[in-house]
């Protein structure tokens, strides 16, 4: 516990959270450790934590999300918060269906729902008034997800306009998002749009629906939201699938702390 000793420093070990346990990790690995030095070193403090719940001495175990070596090594890339705005207002008028593309990409980010899981939803499966979604995830199991007002009206404006010119020349169809001849939207186009407004944006990195995904998982831990109730909007059968969102790169949990937090 050396090196946790001398990374704490005065700071009270009850007071730390799952942020700064997460820098702690971002600290060791500007050291050059090996990789299992590294596992070593994760694995004792999560021992150590456990003890002090153990005594008493904290109620909550912050180092509980923290996981193991492996999560960290496949941890996700993640967009910063000021490359997701990019990228939602990429959609622009005088693109075809840009009030559909802005659409998905705002429904992809609300609700951190898979690409098939979109491409899938049908219009039952919006409640705009109660500002949820219904999505239906693997071994057909389904999730009740909330939208924030930016995927509300985002929709509401493809409905309104452009998906209600759709339906009247083809016809109405029970999916939520359609291609210009009113059928579904393939999932091969919905990366291809993605793909199309991320280099719009000026985003360099590799970008898919599921990065989408990712961002959605990142961001909201980052904001404190519990680690269950992610688990629960994404749809994970085990924890251990949300865990891997707790080891991204800290320069977007550090932008995203330094947004939400009070004392930001």
């Known amino acids: 516990m050396k090196h946790f000793l001398e990374w704490r420093g005065n700071r009270k070990v009850s007071l730390l959270t799952a942020f700064d346990l997460a820098e702690y990790i971002d600290w060791l690995h500007k050291h050059n450790l090996s990789q299992a030095t ?37 941890a996700p890339q993640v967009l910063s918060l000021k490359q997701v705005d990019d990228l939602l207002i990429s959609p622009v008028p005088g693109d ?10 705002e429904m992809l980010y609300a609700t951190g729902c898979r690409v098939s899981e979109l491409a899938n939803l049908t ?3 919006i409640h705009l008034d109660e500002k949820y979604c219904l999505c239906t995830g693997k071994g057909n199991k ?11 009206e ?27 001849r009113g059928k579904g939207m393939p999932q091969e ?6 793909k199309r407004y991320a280099k719009r ?3 360099t990195a590799e970008v898919s629906p599921h990065t989408m995904r990712h961002c959605f998982a990142t961001h909201m831990l980052a904001a404190g939201v519990d680690l269950r109730l992610v688990q629960g909007m994404l749809g994970h059968a085990s924890i251990a699938s949300t865990q891997i ?19 930001g």
């Not at 004792?44 to 090594?73: C, D, M, T, V, Y």
């Open 245 to 263: 969102y707790t080891h991204v790169d800290m320069s977007h949990l550090k932008e995203v702390h330094k947004k939400y937090h009070p004392r």
């Open 96 to 105: 075809p269906f840009w009030r559909r593309d802005r659409a998905i990409l």
């Open 142 to 152: 389904q999730r009740l997800v909330p939208l924030n007002n930016s995927a509300v």
């Open 38 to 74: 590294l596992a070593r070193h994760i694995a004792s403090l999560r021992h150590f934590f456990r003890f002090l719940q153990l005594e008493g001495i904290i109620q909550k175990n912050p180092a509980e999300s923290l996981g193991s070596q492996k999560l960290w090594e496949h």
């Open 189 to 194: 186009r919905i990366w291809e749009l993605v």
């Open 201 to 203: 944006a000026g985003i």
């Open 154 to 180: 985002a929709f509401e404006e493809w409905d309104d306009i452009e998906r209600y010119v759709v339906v009247k020349r083809h016809g109405e169809s029970k999916f939520a998002f359609l291609s210009y």
């Open 123 to 125: 219009m039952c499966d």
